[in-house]
């Protein structure tokens, strides 16, 4: 289609279901017709009851934007923005984003952003972010970021990074920062960098490692590659 143009409009106070617009191609002299159907008027939404084909619409006064089916209780809280089934249900936190089915509900924290299905849930800290299924469930640790499915689950530190699967679950130790599957699941020290095993290779020595980590095999040279040495049981690096 070389270029397409509006024509022919009248006016009318309110679209029909049933109404018909054109989409003219000029260059063929042919037209699309684009049926309106399921227009939603916001304002009939909120007359009743904020409820359209059985989902929850808010556009609220507190800058509330809620769209979500299967809703026990809306969010309370202010500023939500919430998009999902059953997103958001019985969320009285401030600042919530949530997107995904279930997420952000009974979330009563502040300045919380939660995405994917279930992430979120319960979350009672403030300025944590979950990204994944199940992330941050039932945290309540401060300034946490959770990336992976079921990281940060029933997390209680403060100031705490989990990236992988399974990181930082269970954790209760302050200022951790876990990387990998499951790194410092149920850990309960503080101050503390974590590498999940299955995300560092382990060999028999420094000659082995320095064997297997090579440009010829992949590595790229001058970063650092980090391995767990067997021989003496140390976390070493080689710079292929």
Do not use: W
């Given at each position: 289609?070389?270029?397409?143009?509006?024509?022919?409009?009248?006016?009318?106070?309110?679209?029909?279901?049933?109404?018909?617009?054109y989409?003219?191609?000029?260059?063929?002299?042919?037209?699309?017709?684009?049926?309106?159907?399921?227009?939603?008027?916001?304002?009939?939404?909120?007359?009743?009851?904020?409820?359209?084909?059985s989902?929850?619409?808010?556009?609220?006064?507190d800058?509330d934007?809620?769209?979500?089916?299967?809703?026990?209780?809306?969010?309370?809280?202010?500023?939500?923005?919430?998009?999902?089934?059953g997103?958001?249900?019985?969320?009285?936190?401030?600042?919530?984003?949530?997107?995904?089915?279930?997420?952000?509900a009974?979330?009563?924290?502040?300045?919380?952003?939660?995405?994917?299905?279930?992430?979120g849930?319960?979350?009672?800290s403030?300025?944590?972010?979950?990204?994944?299924?199940?992330?941050?469930?039932?945290?309540?640790?401060?300034?946490a970021v959770f990336?992976?499915?079921?990281?940060?689950?029933?997390?209680?530190?403060?100031?705490?990074?989990?990236?992988?699967?399974?990181?930082?679950?269970?954790?209760t130790?302050?200022y951790?920062t876990?990387?990998?599957?499951?790194?410092?699941?149920?850990?309960?020290?503080?101050?503390?960098?974590?590498?999940?095993?299955?995300?560092?290779?382990?060999y028999?020595n420094?000659?082995?490692?320095?064997?297997?980590?090579?440009?010829?095999?992949g590595?790229?040279?001058g970063?650092?590659?980090?391995?767990?040495?067997?021989?003496?049981d140390?976390?070493?690096?080689?710079?292929?």
């Amino acid at each position: 289609m070389a270029g397409v143009k509006v024509t022919d409009l009248t006016s009318t106070s309110t679209a029909a279901s049933d109404d018909i617009f054109y989409i003219v191609d000029t260059s063929s002299n042919t037209s699309k017709q684009i049926e309106v159907g399921d227009v939603v008027n916001l304002q009939t939404a909120y007359d009743n009851g904020n409820v359209v084909n059985s989902a929850t619409v808010i556009i609220g006064t507190d800058n509330d934007f809620v769209v979500a089916t299967n809703l026990t209780t809306p969010p309370s809280g202010g500023t939500t923005i919430a998009i999902g089934r059953g997103t958001g249900d019985g969320a009285t936190a401030s600042d919530l984003i949530a997107l995904g089915t279930g997420s952000g509900a009974n979330a009563s924290g502040g300045s919380l952003v939660a995405i994917g299905n279930g992430a979120g849930v319960d979350d009672t800290s403030s300025n944590t972010i979950s990204i994944g299924v199940g992330a941050g469930d039932q945290n309540t640790g401060d300034n946490a970021v959770f990336l992976g499915e079921l990281t940060g689950g029933q997390n209680t530190g403060n100031n705490v990074i989990g990236l992988g699967n399974g990181a930082a679950n269970q954790n209760t130790g302050d200022y951790v920062t876990a990387i990998g599957e499951d790194a410092a699941n149920s850990n309960t020290l503080n101050n503390m960098f974590v590498i999940g095993s299955q995300n560092l290779p382990s060999y028999a020595n420094a000659a082995a490692a320095a064997a297997a980590i090579t440009v010829a095999l992949g590595a790229h040279a001058g970063d650092y590659y980090l391995y767990h040495d067997q021989s003496d049981d140390t976390i070493k690096v080689v710079i292929p």
